[in-house]
């Protein structure tokens, strides 16, 4: 009983898998093959069908068994016009052309090797004539621009390519390395050194701004015709790719698109070579664009004058230090005169938002971010930046200099005295009256780290001028020296912060500090000379 059942399942298994096999794959097809022939074959509904798919196996088997081409499944091999007419001369018909159900004709196909190695070797001596010279011409145009050289080989590489020929054409040089390896040799020569510079680097931009690019070689030469591609890119935005050409000097131009998605933000320009688009079929090209790029980071912001917001203060001689109805005055801030010439101060500090704005624009390095600029209750964009040294307080100063073109700078003690009295004989910028009720200053218990600049508004002064005293310590340029004693390399900060209790927020109260630290409670505010307006 049980050698019955076992058979008819053995049996029925055989011819499950035979029918499997009949539509597998080409393969399937059994052919007594002659070691001297390559051979072809596949089955399809129709005959015309099953013939047009055997003769491009037979093809493929050809010029895979001979190393002629580049390694490629069967899938992706593209039989071109080249290749057929290369097959064209040998009139070849099915060897064998079977039907086998009405859904299924079998078909075969075959070449002797002989006759395909004669009629090669009178092909390849053609092309390594015929593609050889090409070569050579592409060679001899020197006096033609990189890019129209880079288009000529391109497009015999295409040719190579297109030939089934690829790894047996080697031009003049009978022995030598394949053609196309020494065509992108020679490409690789003429790309090498090549760099993109933009004017400028960075900076802030607007939509519609100008950047200007320029190609060289490694000479420093302009390339003349050179074909581009430029991207701008932002956070969670991009607009691109957009092709340019540069010009007979090696010059093109990026224009900022007028786009809100890349507006009040860092944008990056991706510039990068397109010689793909001089030969979209040559996938080589795409290798070379590759090593041909570089990315220059910008600020879409604009900066205004800076004078709408600062305060202008007369020149001339003023009382600084302590005023005599200051009871807690110390003998460092005895009362002196001070002359000056007449300035703008900037009525609030400067914000992390506008500081971010520097940095993005100038591409800073993450070093060059200020000390506490990860910590949450420090960096809100309206909270005056802190942790930054007073060289990178005049940095921030010098650029915003050339961003705004008028000459800005840190304030000396003496003028930040003058200005946070506003032509007043008082103890802070408001009078005399102590901050206790929290609304004319952040200090300690008044609130635990800074506050919005210019959110006390009782406490800005007779010029309008907010946070001159609290909130944050003030960079002044100032050494030591008379009646303060102490380290020369040190400078004053003024102000008071919210780590001080009201007493220190007085005008004339003088501190030291290291200009070389980032310290969490000094910010600053900058100044321009008047006749700089």
């Not at 131009?253 to 397109?274: C, Y």
Request: proline residues 5%; charged residues 25%.
């Amino acid at each position: 009983m049980f050698k019955r059942k076992l058979f008819p399942a053995l049996a029925a298994l055989a011819l499950g898998c035979a029918l499997l096999a009949s539509c597998a794959s080409t393969a399937d097809i059994l052919v007594n093959k002659d070691p001297g022939s390559f051979y072809g074959s596949a089955f399809a509904a129709t005959q015309a069908a099953a013939e047009e798919k055997a003769y491009a196996d037979l093809i493929y088997n050809v010029l895979t068994e001979t190393s002629s081409m580049r390694p490629v499944k069967q899938a992706s091999f593209v039989l071109t016009p080249e290749i057929k007419e290369a097959f064209a001369g040998f009139k070849l018909k099915p060897e064998r052309a079977e039907k086998k159900s009405e859904t299924r004709f079998d078909v075969v196909y075959s070449l002797s090797r002989e006759q395909w190695a004669k009629a090669e070797a009178l092909r390849l001596e053609r092309l390594n004539k015929e593609l050889g010279a090409a070569f050579a011409a592409v060679k001899a145009g020197a006096s033609k621009s990189a890019a129209a050289r880079i288009k000529e080989a391109a497009a015999l590489l295409v040719a190579i390519e297109r030939s089934g020929a690829l790894n047996k054409i080697v031009g003049a040089e009978s022995g030598g390395p394949i053609l196309n390896d020494r065509v992108e040799d020679y490409c690789r020569g003429l790309v090498e050194g090549i760099s993109i510079a933009a004017e400028p680097a960075s900076g802030l931009v607007k939509a519609g701004a100008a950047i200007g690019l320029s190609v060289v070689d490694k000479g420093g030469k302009g390339l003349p015709s050179f074909p581009l591609s430029l991207t701008w890119k932002a956070e969670g935005a991009a607009k691109g790719p957009i092709a340019a050409v540069a010009d007979a000097k090696g010059k093109a131009s990026a224009l900022l698109p007028d786009d809100p998605a890349l507006a009040d933000k860092k944008v990056i320009l991706a510039v990068a070579a397109d010689l793909a688009s001089l030969q979209g079929d040559c996938p080589f090209l795409r290798k070379l664009d590759q090593g041909i790029a570089a990315e220059f980071a910008y600020r879409n912001s604009a900066v205004g004058s800076g004078l709408d917001k600062a305060v202008k203060v007369p020149g001339g001689s003023y009382a600084v230090g302590a005023v005599k109805q200051d009871k807690r005055a110390g003998s460092i801030e005895k009362p002196r005169k001070a002359t000056v010439a007449a300035f703008y101060i900037d009525a609030n500090l400067v914000t992390n938002a506008e500081y971010k704005t520097y940095l993005e624009a100038v591409n800073a390095s993450e070093l060059e971010y200020p000390d506490y600029w990860e910590n949450a209750d420090l960096n809100k964009p309206d909270q005056p930046v802190v942790g930054v040294s007073l060289a990178e307080a005049e940095k921030y100063a010098a650029w915003l200099s050339s961003a705004q073109g008028v000459k800005k700078r840190l304030p000396t003690e003496d003028e930040f005295e003058i200005a946070a009295r506003g032509g007043r004989e008082v103890v802070y910028p408001w009078g005399d009256e102590l901050p206790s009720d929290g609304a004319r200053a952040t200090f300690k218990g008044s609130a635990p780290f800074t506050t919005a600049v210019g959110s006390r508004a009782n406490g800005k002064n007779a010029l309008g001028l907010a946070d001159m005293a609290g909130n944050v310590w003030e960079w002044t340029t100032t050494a030591p020296a008379g009646s303060m004693s102490g380290n020369p390399e040190h400078r004053i900060v003024k102000g008071g912060s919210y780590l001080d209790g009201q007493y220190e927020l007085r005008i004339s109260n003088r501190v030291l500090r290291d200009p070389g630290e980032r310290y969490p409670d000094v910010g600053f505010r900058l100044v321009s000379e008047a006749g700089n307006e």
